[in-house]
C-alpha cells in the first residue's frame, strides 16, 4: 500500500506559479512511475505530467508543455509539479499518482492521493 500527500495548492492570479508536491509512503518510491492529473469541475480527469522512476524521462501534455515541469526526489519520496504562467484553465483539483509503468490513462493508475484544489482567477 502506498500513501500519496498532495500539498502546495492555493489561488493564484493568471500569469502567476504554484509548486504542488506530493509525499509517498512507500519504501519502493522510486520503482513507480509518478504522475499528476487534474481534474476540473464536471469534466473527467485528466493527465498532466509523468516521470520515471530513475527521473530521467517525463511527459507533459501538451495543453501545458512549457509551462508545466515534473520532477522528482527519490531520497525524499516527492514528485513535484512546477506550474508556472498559469491560465484560468488550469483550475482543477490536482491529483498525485504512481503507476507502474508509464501511463497517461487514469484506469492505470495504482494509487492515488486525495488531491489539492489549484485555482486561477483572470
Known amino acids: 500500500q502506498v500513501e500519496l500527500v498532495e500539498s502546495g495548492g492555493g489561488l493564484v492570479q493568471a500569469g502567476g506559479s504554484l509548486r504542488v508536491s506530493c509525499v509517498a509512503s512507500?519504501?519502493?518510491?522510486?520503482?513507480?512511475?509518478m504522475a499528476w492529473f487534474r481534474q476540473a469541475q464536471g469534466k473527467p480527469r485528466e493527465f498532466v505530467a509523468s516521470i520515471s522512476g530513475n527521473g530521467k524521462m517525463t511527459r507533459v501534455e501538451i495543453s501545458v508543455k512549457d509551462r508545466f515541469t515534473i520532477s522528482r526526489n527519490n531520497a525524499k519520496n516527492t514528485v513535484i509539479l512546477q506550474m508556472n504562467s498559469l491560465k484560468p484553465e488550469d483550475t482543477a483539483v490536482y491529483f498525485c499518482a504512481a503507476a507502474p509503468a508509464d501511463t497517461v490513462a487514469a484506469n492505470e493508475v495504482e494509487y492515488w492521493g486525495r488531491g489539492t484544489q489549484v485555482t486561477v482567477f483572470a
Open positions: 512507500a519504501r519502493s518510491f522510486s520503482s513507480y512511475f
